[in-house]
């Protein structure tokens, strides 16, 4: 056989061969390589490549070791093969004249190793996945703990209110019976009137207190319900300004009523007085001695709005979204435990409204407005064209 044909037959069992065989010379260059080879190490598997272009980093103090190794041994060295993701495959080194080296390297087939590529290219994008699910459920965690630490300063806070606002009004009882105590004859009308005064209004605070905790916990559990029923919110407003009458007049704060059209909807009653009261309430407690409370109804495209203005400081632009939140205090003479706007948003929710804080229509002050659907026939009414 000549030369050239034992050249070509070698060539020709280099391009059956299943197994990836490179010759490689002092030096590292690929002189010879299967066709294997490319489907194991890559495209960089071609006579003039370098074959340590071939290996992970971390494995070429190995190849070095193994191409300068006098005996043909096995070497199990990490390839890339085009890949992101190194992969081990074993080489049988075998010494060669001239201090050339041949590589075996061990493929079953080139499609078993396309889709052993392909399903590292699989995991890797699934295992991508996975660190961005962990990540995402690493935040999630992170916001559901700072919003438990919250919960748990909120839970302090709102104890430590109610520890003083049950206080001061048992204190206050407390300060009245010893005063009935130590009477030596029947007191004036006038004296009685103020005393029993002073004990129903500290009796009406803890009863409060105590309604605006259940009303809390109901809310946050879904269970808080409305009756709902035709009614006019005019009446529940004059029921609410007799209500607070003689806070008023204590405050020396004079209240203004504008509630010329009924208001009709389909509401609660007792929740939309309950609302009401906690919005007056606050406007008389918010306001100056010798200035004004204003309450207006009206009616107007299938909706009735009711708004209670104050002649205060007013709440600031940054903190309206604010302050219907849970166990919020607004202002030093609020005086509740800062639940009474945030059930007072919850009912209006329950009656398909909204409710907000805005500036005063006069110049000042703090404007809370509430609307809710009017009552059906009213609403359609309100809705006809006038004729």
């Not at 105590?181 to 129903?200: I, S, T």
């Not at 009656?351 to 804080?357: A, F, L």
Request: proline fraction near 4%; glycine fraction near 8%; hydrophobic fraction near 50%.
């Amino acid at each position: 056989m000549t030369q050239p044909d034992a050249a070509a037959l070698f060539h020709a069992f280099l391009s059956a061969a299943e197994d990836a065989v490179l010759l490689v010379v002092q030096g590292g260059e690929i002189t010879l390589a299967s066709a294997a080879a490319a489907w194991l190490l890559g495209d960089g598997a071609a006579p003039g490549g370098d074959v340590a272009s071939l290996f992970d980093e971390r494995s070429r103090a190995k190849l070095s070791a193994a191409l300068s190794h006098e005996v043909a041994a096995p070497w199990e060295l990490q390839v890339r093969g085009g890949s992101d993701v190194p992969r081990a495959v074993k080489f049988l080194v075998v010494p060669a004249a001239g201090g050339a080296r041949v590589l075996l390297g061990r493929a079953s087939s080139p499609e078993e190793a396309r889709r052993l590529e392909e399903l590292v290219v699989m995991l890797t994008s699934e295992l991508a996945g996975i660190t961005r699910d962990l990540a995402r459920k690493r935040t999630e965690l992170e916001a559901a703990r700072a919003r438990l630490e919250e919960l748990g300063r909120l839970r302090e806070e709102l104890m430590a209110i109610v520890s003083h606002d049950l206080k001061a009004s048992l204190q206050a009882v407390r300060l009245q019976a010893a005063l009935l105590a130590r009477v030596q004859r029947p007191p004036e009308p006038a004296q009685c009137a103020r005393m029993a005064g002073v004990l129903f209004r500290n009796v009406d605070r803890m009863t409060s207190l105590i309604s605006d905790l259940l009303d809390a916990a109901l809310a946050e559990a879904g269970e808080l319900r409305i009756e709902p029923q035709r009614m006019a919110l005019r009446d529940v407003i004059a029921e609410v300004t007799d209500t607070v009458a003689p806070i008023a007049d204590e405050a020396s704060v004079k209240i203004h009523v504008d509630a010329a059209e009924p208001g009709l909807v389909s509401g609660d009653a007792r929740r939309l007085y309950q609302v009401l009261l906690n919005l007056v309430e606050n406007a008389i407690r918010h306001s100056p001695r010798g200035s004004d409370v204003y309450i207006e109804v009206a009616a107007h495209a299938g909706r009735v709005r009711c708004a209670v203005e104050d002649s205060g400081s007013g709440v600031e632009p940054e903190r309206r979204a604010e302050v219907f939140a849970r166990f919020r205090k607004h202002g030093p003479r609020s005086g509740r435990a800062g639940l009474g706007l945030h059930i007072a948003q919850r009912i209006v929710a329950l009656h398909g409204g909204s409710i907000w804080v805005e500036a005063g229509a006069r110049g000042g002050g703090a404007r809370f407005v509430f609307q809710i659907p009017a009552a059906a026939d009213d609403a359609a009414a309100g809705d006809a064209p006038a004729r």
